[in-house]
């Protein structure tokens, strides 16, 4: 999976440093954890001790930029990332953001094409992607509301 990265990045003529290598392996190993820099950032010392907080901080613009990894925020104030696994063409996963509990899931069927047909039909425009948020409670919570 790694060297799927890798030739993108070297397609835009960035190497695989050994520090954006180990910020890319945090990243994949937490594909499902939305990270924020910190985390990353601590996760990535523990692979390669001598990093700092900035190198990770402009590992992660870059790879931002390249569409490698995918950043969010979900109303508190925090920049969250995950790596982009899906093929090319393949529409973003939603996320489900719990008001209680703060935890974010993720659905991963893309149930839009619908829209993006009726999108296309009306306007011309035609959609490529997309970054949905859907804000709920999520079932734990519920459960612990019914509970209380
Ligand atoms: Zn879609
Ligand atoms: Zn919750
Ligand atoms: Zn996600």
């Known amino acids: 999976m790694k060297e799927r990265f890798q030739v993108q990045l070297e397609r835009d003529s960035y190497r695989l440093t050994p520090q954006r290598e180990a910020v890319l392996d945090v990243l994949i190993a937490h594909a499902d954890d939305h990270l924020s820099a910190e985390e990353i950032f601590l996760h990535t ?22 569409g490698i990894i995918h950043r969010f925020d979900y109303g508190d104030g925090q920049n969250r990332y995950e790596i982009r696994l899906t093929e090319e063409g393949e529409h973003y996963h939603h996320h489900l953001i719990c ?10 069927s893309d149930l839009l094409e619908e829209v993006e047909k009726r999108i296309a039909d009306d306007t011309g425009f035609r959609v490529t992607d997309h970054c949905l948020r859907f804000f709920g409670i999520c079932a734990d919570c519920q459960k612990r509301q019914k509970d209380a």
């Open 45 to 66: 010392r523990e692979i390669y001790p001598d990093i700092g907080l900035a190198t990770v901080y402009r590992n992660l613009e870059l790879l931002e930029k390249l």
């Open 99 to 108: 008001r209680e509990c703060g935890s974010i899931g993720e659905f991963k």
